[in-house]
């Protein structure tokens, strides 16, 4: 056997260092996807996936139900000027909502808040920013009253309906058995049964379930980012939020971060109590990235700027460029495909727009 040459040695350390950077590679690899497992069993603690549709006992879904709220929905003639639908303000390409600051209701008149996507709201444990509603069949009930459809009563809006032929026998269908099924409390409950189908899945959902690969390294570094700055202290839940109320500016004055123009008292305006001052309800973050403007008044127009001001006033944590990018990663996520012929509006029953029946007519003026 010849002796070792430097050429020898060489190979040998070559081959050495070649060795260690492979067995650290796999260590890595192997330290990688343990934590890629508990980010995940982790991220299951906090978050579900979406269920199929967001029917209860008390508030079922039927195809009936579903068909007669898909064409209120979409059915402007039943507002004081024929102008306005649930749709006007829940606008299907920009993922059920209307993309301004703050709605526009009948004869062009502004409402006091920005309008939430309607996707995924049958999850919430109350509806509208400050919660005056019980559930979406509420809110499509009430919706009918005020500046957004303009109806000075119940009788006033049901008399538009009644007046469109085709609906008589919809209601009929939709709540047999019933002496008077074309009421305000039906209208709420097909439209509600219709907005509880309103579900929009994303890849987070998949990855939620089981599939890691679902979301990117970068998407998954977000989530662990969002869980790390404390984001799920309210944001958690199927709708990674809609569960409760929080003060909006829990560290500091939240208007003097957005730059709103009027300060909101939130929840006060329903409960008078001084201890709701500045609640809202947690929104949902669900096709977040699809829906700006952002905040109940839509005071902020980006969502990087929207992380950032979030992390300042709720949790006092100033954000890295870096870690705003990071959670805005994830947030992409969580856009979801558009529920089956959501972006179709229907057919709608026959008949024209006009004051109903019952209501007196305007004498002409010169």
């Known amino acids: 056997m010849r002796p070792l040459d430097v050429a020898d040695y060489t190979r040998i350390w070559i081959f050495c260092l070649v060795a260690v950077a492979i067995a650290a590679g796999l260590v890595a690899k192997?330290?990688?996807a343990m934590d890629d497992a508990d980010l995940l069993k982790e991220a299951r603690g906090l978050f579900q996936p979406l269920p199929k549709d967001m029917a209860t006992a008390e508030f079922p879904v039927t195809p009936e139900r579903v068909r007669l709220g898909r064409k209120l929905f979409f059915d402007?003639?039943?507002?004081a000027d024929g102008t306005v639908g649930c749709a006007r303000c829940h606008q299907p390409a920009?993922?059920?909502?209307?993309?301004?600051?703050?709605?526009?209701?009948?004869?062009?008149?502004?409402?006091?808040?920005?309008?939430?996507?309607v996707l995924n709201a049958g999850l919430y444990f109350k509806e509208h920013w400050d919660g005056r509603f019980a559930n979406v069949e509420?809110?499509?009930?009430?919706?009918?009253?005020?500046?957004?459809f303009g109806n000075p009563d119940f009788p006033t809006a049901m008399a538009r309906v009644k007046a469109i032929p085709g609906y008589a026998a919809m209601f009929q269908?939709?709540?047999?058995?019933?002496?008077?099924?074309?009421?305000?409390?039906?209208?709420?409950?097909?439209?509600?049964?219709?907005?509880?189908?309103?579900?929009?899945?994303?890849?987070?959902?998949?990855?939620?379930?089981?599939?890691?690969?679902?979301?990117?390294?970068?998407?998954?570094?977000g989530l662990r980012t969002f869980i790390e700055t404390g984001c799920v202290d309210c944001h958690k839940g199927p709708g990674l939020g809609g569960l409760g109320f929080r003060k909006f500016g829990v560290v500091s004055e939240y208007w003097k971060e957005t730059g709103s123009q009027d300060v909101d008292k939130g929840r006060f305006d329903v409960t008078n109590d001084p201890a709701d001052l500045y609640k809202f309800k947690v929104p949902g973050l669900r096709n977040v990235a699809m829906t700006p403007p952002y905040f109940h008044d839509g005071a902020v127009d980006a969502l990087p700027r929207a992380v950032r001001i979030m992390a300042k006033v709720q949790l006092d944590a100033d954000l890295s460029d870096p870690?705003?990018?990071?959670?805005?990663?994830?947030?992409?996520?969580?856009?979801?495909?558009?529920?089956?012929?959501?972006?179709?509006?229907?057919?709608?029953?026959?008949?024209?727009?006009?004051?109903?029946?019952?209501?007196?007519?305007r004498s002409r003026t010169r």
């Open 30 to 32: 192997s330290a990688l």
């Open 76 to 79: 402007p003639r039943i507002s």
């Open 94 to 117: 920009l993922y059920a909502t209307d993309g301004l600051p703050k709605s526009v209701g009948v004869h062009d008149q502004p409402l006091p808040r920005n309008a939430p996507t």
């Open 138 to 148: 509420e809110q499509a009930k009430q919706g009918l009253l005020g500046p957004g």
């Open 173 to 221: 269908d939709a709540f047999p058995g019933e002496a008077d099924p074309l009421s305000e409390d039906n209208w709420g409950k097909a439209i509600g049964a219709y907005e509880r189908t309103l579900v929009s899945p994303s890849r987070f959902d998949d990855y939620l379930r089981g599939a890691p690969d679902a979301l990117s390294a970068a998407e998954r570094k």
């Open 323 to 361: 870690e705003v990018d990071e959670i805005v990663t994830f947030l992409g996520s969580l856009t979801g495909t558009l529920p089956e012929g959501f972006e179709r509006a229907p057919v709608l029953p026959a008949g024209g727009f006009g004051p109903p029946s019952s209501a007196p007519s």
